[in-house]
C-alpha cells in the first residue's frame, strides 16, 4: 500500500528565507506526486504537480526516486505563503489519492 | 460555476444521532471522494466512487456508508454518530478521462461535532 510521510508539522521562516516542506512516499511502482495548498479559510487547491516540472508562485518540487521524496522548495518566503501544504500520491493504476500529515507554514513578518 | 459544493457547512449532533452530508458536483466526474481532515492526521479517506451506482472503502471507513445514486451527487451518512467522529468533512472528485492530471477538486468542507 502506498504512504505518504511529511515529517514536519509546523514550520516558521521569516519573510525572505528559505523554506523546504519535506515530502516521502513509499510506493513500489511509479507514482505521480502532487503538492496542494489551504489557505485561511479557502478550500484546498492543487499547487503543483511532478509531470509537470512547473514552478507555481515561486514553488517547486522535484521527484527523487532513489529517496523517494517530493520536497517542496521556495527560495524566498512571502508571508502570503503561509498556509497548510499537503503532499499526495496518486498510483498509475489506481484511483485513490493518498495525502500526507500536512506541514502548516507559517511566514513571519 | 460552483465545482464541488457541499451540505450543511455546519452541524452539531449528539451522540447516537445521524445525518447526511450531501456532495455535488457540476463537472460530469467520474470519481468523488469523502475525507476527513483531523489535526496532526491530514486528510484520511472514508470512501470514494469511480461511478454511479459504485463505491468503495478508504482508510477509515467504519461507522460511515455511502451512495452514489447519481453521478452529480456522493452522499456521507453518519448512522450513528460519536464523539471520535468530530471532524472536518471534504468531498472532491476528479475526471476520468484520457489525458486526466490526478487533480482532485474539492469543496469547502463542512465541520461536523459531535456531542
Known amino acids: 500500500a502506498q504512504r505518504v510521510t511529511q515529517p514536519e508539522k509546523l514550520l516558521s521562516v521569516f519573510k525572505g528565507a528559505p523554506v523546504e516542506l519535506k515530502c516521502n512516499y513509499s510506493y513500489s511502482g511509479s507514482p505521480e506526486l502532487f503538492w496542494y495548498v489551504q489557505y485561511s479559510r479557502q478550500r484546498l487547491q492543487l499547487l503543483l504537480r511532478h509531470i509537470s516540472r512547473e514552478s507555481i508562485k515561486g514553488f517547486t518540487a522535484d521527484l527523487n526516486k532513489g529517496e523517494t521524496s517530493f520536497h517542496l522548495k521556495k527560495p524566498f518566503a512571502q508571508e502570503e505563503d503561509s498556509a497548510m501544504y499537503y503532499c499526495a500520491l496518486i498510483t498509475t493504476s489506481g484511483s485513490r489519492l493518498t495525502f500526507g500529515e500536512g506541514t502548516q507554514l507559517t511566514v513571519n513578518p | 460555476n460552483a465545482g464541488v459544493t457541499q451540505t450543511p457547512k455546519f452541524r452539531v449532533l449528539k451522540t447516537g444521532q445521524s445525518m447526511t452530508l450531501l456532495c455535488a458536483q457540476d463537472?460530469?466526474?467520474?470519481?468523488m471522494y469523502w475525507y476527513r481532515q483531523d489535526p496532526g492526521m491530514g486528510l484520511r479517506l472514508i470512501h470514494y466512487?469511480?461511478?454511479?451506482?459504485?463505491?468503495a472503502k478508504g482508510e477509515v471507513p467504519d461507522g460511515y456508508n455511502v451512495s452514489r445514486l447519481k453521478k452529480q451527487n456522493f452522499l456521507l451518512g453518519l448512522e450513528s454518530a460519536a464523539p471520535s467522529q468530530t471532524s472536518v468533512y471534504f468531498c472532491?472528485?476528479?475526471?476520468?478521462?484520457?489525458?486526466?492530471?490526478?487533480?482532485?477538486?474539492f469543496g469547502e468542507g463542512s465541520r461536523l461535532t459531535v456531542l
Open positions: 463537472m460530469n466526474h467520474e470519481y
Open positions: 466512487s469511480v461511478g454511479e451506482g459504485t463505491t
Open positions: 472532491a472528485s476528479r475526471s476520468r478521462d484520457r489525458g486526466d492530471t490526478g487533480e482532485l477538486f
